[in-house]
């Protein structure tokens, strides 16, 4: 990872893809994915869903018996990388439908594409 500032403008349309990731899985609209992940994505969500590609992606949402109800994203950085590329960590909370919360650590690669920055690979780390 290259410690390179990326600007304001850049900063807050990551930020923005990312808030939309939880919109979109919150309210399962899974085939709406491409919007915030790129057509490569790389998801790892140890023991729970582990995907390569958009499409095997979204089957993988589709086939979760109970997905989360509310995704919170918060804690947000933002750091430059090269070629058109920034890497990102945040925390997330989770809340699950019997009621328990679960928190995470997300490590984001976002890519500068022609439709904006789309998500490249998402390494999901449980927190205990």
Known sequence: M??????PADARAIEEVLNRVAY????????RLGEVFAPEISFDNPGRLTANGLDDVIAAFKAI?????SHHIT?????????????????ALALRAGGE???????DTVTRTDAGWRVSARRISPLS
Do not use: F, M, W
């Not at 750091?79 to 058109?84: K, S």
């Not at 919360?101 to 490590?107: E, G, K, L, M």
């Open 65 to 69: 018996a109970t997905p989360a109800v």
């Open 101 to 107: 919360v679960t928190a995470a650590i997300y490590r």
């Open 75 to 91: 804690n947000v950085v933002v750091v430059g990388g090269t070629d058109g590329t920034a890497e990102c960590v945040s925390k």
């Open 24 to 31: 979109i899985l919150d309210a399962h609209e899974y085939d």
């Open 2 to 7: 290259i410690n390179q500032p990326v600007s």
